[in-house]
């Protein structure tokens, strides 16, 4: 993996490609309906964050649930650190969308942190 610098950022991203599984938990519009489990493929990943193409859509702010082998890179212990899990997947909210070319669409999720004050909806989901 290589770090890509942007001094924007709390922490590096790291070029990544590979399978990323995801699931809408919550709709941004609040719906509570989980989605079924769709493919995509990841492009950089930081312990904040990940990147990742798909062409299923969620929207924006939508809560999602995502498996992904970030153990194999050299920051699983910052991810396992700050980021929220259950059963050992990543929980993340849709931060941006943008169409490729090809139609897909790459989506930036930002990691809901262990610590991040969770509105009650989303905090009755893991409990």
Same mark, same amino acid.
Do not use: W
């Given at each position: *993996?290589?770090? &890509? ?8 991203? %790291?070029? %990544?490609?590979?399978?990323? &599984?995801f699931?809408?938990?919550?709709? /941004?519009?609040?719906?509570?309906? /989980? ?5 995509? *493929? ?12 798909? #062409?299923?859509?969620?929207? =924006? &702010?939508? =809560?999602l ?5 970030y153990r ?23 931060v941006?969308?943008?169409? #490729?070319?090809?139609?897909? %669409?790459?989506?930036?999720? /930002?990691?809901?942190?262990?610590? #991040?004050?969770?509105?009650?909806? =989303?905090?009755? *989901?893991?409990?």
């Amino acid at each position: *993996m290589n770090p &890509s610098p942007d001094s924007k950022r709390e922490f590096v991203r %790291y070029s %990544y490609d590979k399978p990323v &599984s995801f699931k809408i938990l919550i709709s /941004a519009k609040q719906n509570r309906s /989980a989605s079924k489990m769709v493919s995509g *493929m990841s492009k950089n990943l930081s312990a904040s964050g990940l990147l990742f193409k798909s #062409d299923h859509l969620p929207e =924006i &702010s939508s =809560i999602l649930e995502l498996e992904l082998d970030y153990r194999t890179t050299g920051i699983c212990h910052e991810i396992e650190e700050n980021a929220l899990m259950i059963n050992n997947k990543l929980i993340g909210k849709v931060v941006r969308i943008e169409e #490729d070319e090809d139609g897909k %669409y790459n989506i930036g999720v /930002a990691f809901i942190k262990k610590n #991040d004050q969770l509105p009650p909806d =989303i905090e009755g *989901m893991f409990k």
